[in-house]
C-alpha cells in the first residue's frame, strides 16, 4: 500500500491539473474576456445561426459568458468529478483507473467549448465564420486532449480480489443451465431517467416553438424527436442485461435481444469472480471496451462479476449477481471439458 | 438460477426440473417477482423440448410458487416468499438446537411430538 500512495498521490495531482484546473481556468478566463468586451458590442449578438452560416437569431450581449460558464465549466466539471469519483472508488480488480481518457475528454471538452462559444461571442459574423470557428475548436479540442492524455498517469487498483472458482461437480450426463441477469444502481437509473426526460422535454419543447412559429414541426423537431428516441433505445439495451451459462458457453444479451456476446465454451481459458469499479476500470456504465488488457466488458454496477480470459488472451468481463455459482459452473464444464 | 437435470434418472425431466427451480426459490436465490427464464431458451440450454419445461412451469403452477401470463413468461409469487422465510426460520433454530447441543435428528423429533 505505501510503495503505492506516492505515485498515486502524483498521479491524482497532475490529474486534478489537466482534467480540472487548466479547463475550468481557461473557461473562466475567456469568460472574463468576453465581460469585458460587452461595452464594445452592440446590445445583441447572434445566438443562433443558420445552414448557410448567417445569423438568424440574437440574444442580449450576455448571452455567451453566461453561457459559457455554464457549459463550459459544467461539462468538465462533470468529466473531471467522474474520473476523480471513479479513482477514489476504484475496488479490488487491481485493473488501473481510466484516468488518462477521463483527463483527456475534460480538458477536450473544455477546449472546444471555449473556442466555440468564445469565438462566436467576441467576432459575431464579422471576421470569422461559423465553420472556420467550428473546425479551428475541433483542432484545438483534439489537440489539448492528445496533450491532457500525454501529461496523465493512470494508477493501479488498491488491491485485488480475483478468486478461481472452485468447478461446481458435475455427474457425466447430466445437463445444468445457470441464468443470471445483472441492471444499474440507483443512481444509473436516476441518471437515465433524467436523460429521457430532458430528451423528450427538448422534443416537445422544439416541437411547440417550431409549429407556434411555423405552424408544422420542422427538421429541428424531427431531429430532437430522433435523439429521443436513440436515447431511449439506448437506455434500453444498457440498463440491464442477461447472462446465460450453459454446456455451449457464456451468452449477455441486452434486454430487447441485441446487441449479445456469445463465448463459446472451447474459447474459455479461465474464469474469476472479481469486484468490478466500472468508473475506474472501464471509463463508466453499459457496454464498455477499456484500453490495455481490459478488453470488452458489459458493466452496469459496482460489485460482483465474472471475469473470463478466453484461449487467445482476450478478456471479458461482466457483473452478475450471483457470479460465483456462474463462474462455479462454467469451471466444473471445462473440467469435464 | 441454477437448473440441473440428468436424464439418466428414473424421475421424468419435468420432474426433476421442478424440483431444481423449486430448490432456487426456497432458498431464495429467487424472490417474489424475479422472472423465470423463457421456456424456449431453457429448453434450448438443456437440449430439452420445450413442452417439457412447459410441463416442469405449470408443475409449480399448480403449487402455487409461479404464476404463468401470456406475454410475460412465468414469475415467481408471493408465496415464495413465506417459504424461503420459513426456510430462515428453520436455520435458526438448528442453529438454537445445536447451540444447547440437540442434533438435527432430535430437533426433527421433537417437532414431531408437538400436538397440532
Given at each position: 500500500m505505501n510503495a503505492r500512495t506516492a505515485p498515486r498521490r502524483q498521479a491524482l495531482r497532475r490529474y486534478r491539473w489537466v482534467a480540472l484546473y487548466l479547463p475550468l481556468g481557461l473557461v473562466l478566463v475567456v469568460a472574463a474576456l468576453q465581460t469585458l468586451l460587452i461595452p464594445d458590442l452592440s446590445a445583441t449578438v447572434p445566438t443562433h445561426f443558420g445552414a448557410d452560416g448567417t445569423a438568424d437569431g440574437w440574444g442580449p450581449a450576455w448571452t455567451f459568458p453566461v453561457l459559457l460558464v455554464a457549459a463550459g465549466g459544467g461539462s468538465v466539471l462533470l468529466i473531471g468529478l467522474l474520473g476523480l469519483l471513479g479513482l477514489t472508488e476504484i475496488?479490488?480488480?487491481?485493473k488501473p483507473a481510466q484516468l488518462r481518457w477521463t483527463a483527456a475528454l475534460a480538458a477536450a471538452a473544455g477546449v472546444l467549448i471555449a473556442v466555440l462559444v468564445g469565438g462566436m461571442g467576441s467576432a459575431p459574423g464579422r471576421s470569422l465564420g461559423v465553420g472556420t470557428i467550428l473546425a479551428v475548436g475541433l483542432v484545438l479540442a483534439i489537440g489539448a486532449g492528445l496533450l491532457a492524455y500525454r501529461c496523465t498517469v493512470d494508477v493501479a487498483g488498491d488491491g485485488t480480489r480475483a478468486e478461481q472458482p472452485a468447478p461446481l461437480p458435475l455427474v457425466p450426463g447430466e445437463r445444468v443451465v445457470w441464468t443470471g441477469s445483472t441492471s444499474m444502481g440507483t443512481v444509473g437509473r436516476a441518471v437515465s431517467a433524467v436523460a429521457v426526460a430532458l430528451a423528450v422535454i427538448s422534443a416537445v419543447a422544439c416541437g411547440w416553438a417550431e409549429i407556434s412559429a411555423d405552424g408544422s414541426a420542422g427538421p429541428l423537431t424531427w431531429s430532437m424527436i430522433a435523439v429521443a428516441v436513440v436515447v431511449v433505445m439506448i437506455l434500453l439495451t444498457t440498463t440491464s442485461a442477461r447472462i446465460r451459462v450453459d454446456a455451449a458457453g457464456l451468452v449477455v444479451r441486452s434486454p430487447i435481444g441485441v446487441p449479445r456476446i456469445r463465448i463459446p465454451?472451447?474459447?474459455?481459458?479461465d474464469v474469476q469472480v472479481v469486484d468490478v469499479n466500472p468508473m475506474g476500470?472501464?471509463?463508466?456504465?453499459?457496454?464498455r471496451w477499456a484500453a490495455g488488457?481490459?478488453?470488452w466488458g458489459v458493466v452496469l454496477r459496482t460489485g460482483e462479476g465474472l471475469r473470463i480470459t478466453r484461449t487467445d488472451g482476450r478478456r471479458f468481463t461482466v457483473t452478475a449477481d450471483d457470479a460465483a455459482t456462474a463462474a462455479s459452473l462454467l469451471a466444473g464444464l471445462r473440467s469435464r471439458g | 438460477m441454477l437448473v440441473r437435470i440428468d436424464?439418466?434418472?428414473?424421475?421424468?425431466v419435468f420432474s426433476q426440473l421442478a424440483a431444481s427451480v423449486r430448490r432456487d426459490i426456497i432458498s431464495g436465490s429467487m424472490a417474489a417477482g424475479d422472472r423465470l427464464p423463457a421456456a424456449k431458451e431453457l429448453a434450448t440450454a438443456l437440449s430439452i423440448n420445450v413442452h417439457t419445461v412447459l410441463h416442469a412451469y405449470q408443475v409449480l403452477r399448480d403449487e402455487g410458487l409461479v404464476e404463468l401470463r401470456r406475454g410475460r413468461g412465468a414469475t415467481v409469487t408471493g408465496a415464495a416468499e413465506g417459504l424461503t422465510t420459513l426456510r430462515e426460520d428453520v436455520t435458526h433454530l438448528v442453529e438454537a438446537a445445536s447451540r444447547v447441543g440437540v442434533g438435527r435428528e432430535a430437533l426433527a423429533g421433537l417437532v414431531r411430538d408437538i400436538p397440532a
Open positions: 475496488g479490488g480488480s487491481g465454451a472451447e474459447q474459455i481459458r476500470e472501464f471509463g463508466g456504465w453499459g457496454w488488457t481490459g478488453g | 436424464p439418466a434418472k428414473d424421475e421424468p
